[in-house]
């Protein structure tokens, strides 16, 4: 049982940066992996990056590899996406997510999503 609230969206021009921040409850925080998901009109929701529940490891799409870092603060009970050098594509609505489980990514709860848009 996990509460997860994201914030740090926003418009930001190609080649730019953003933070994305994940503020979950901390009852189960620690025990749960967590990740990031994106979102574009008409297509699926698309993992875009995992973390385990120490913070030790990671794990990211090819589309995102080499720009963006997942990280997590456990005693801050938060998740973070730094998002550089970004790009037109990266526009889409991002998703915190606490996972089943870091090595298969399945999702146990959903955040309720931050615009990122970002233009060229």
């Known amino acids: 049982q996990v509460q997860l609230v994201e914030s740090g969206g926003g418009l930001v021009q190609a080649g730019g940066s953003l933070r994305l921040s994940c503020a979950a409850s901390?009852?189960?925080?620690?025990?749960?992996?967590m990740g990031w998901f994106r979102q574009v009109p008409g297509k699926d929701r698309a993992f875009i990056a995992a973390?385990?529940?120490?913070?030790?490891?990671?794990n990211y799409a090819d589309s995102v590899k080499g720009r963006f870092t997942i990280s997590r603060d456990n005693a801050k009970n938060t998740v973070y996406l730094q998002m550089n050098s970004l790009k037109p594509e990266d526009t889409a609505v991002y998703y915190c997510?606490?996972?089943?489980?870091?090595?298969?990514?399945?999702?146990?709860?959903w955040g309720q999503g931050t615009q990122v848009t970002v233009s060229s």
């Open positions: 997510a606490a996972l089943r489980d870091y090595y298969s990514a399945s999702v146990a709860y």
């Open positions: 901390g009852r189960t925080f620690s025990s749960s992996a």
């Open positions: 973390v385990s529940e120490g913070g030790r490891y990671t």
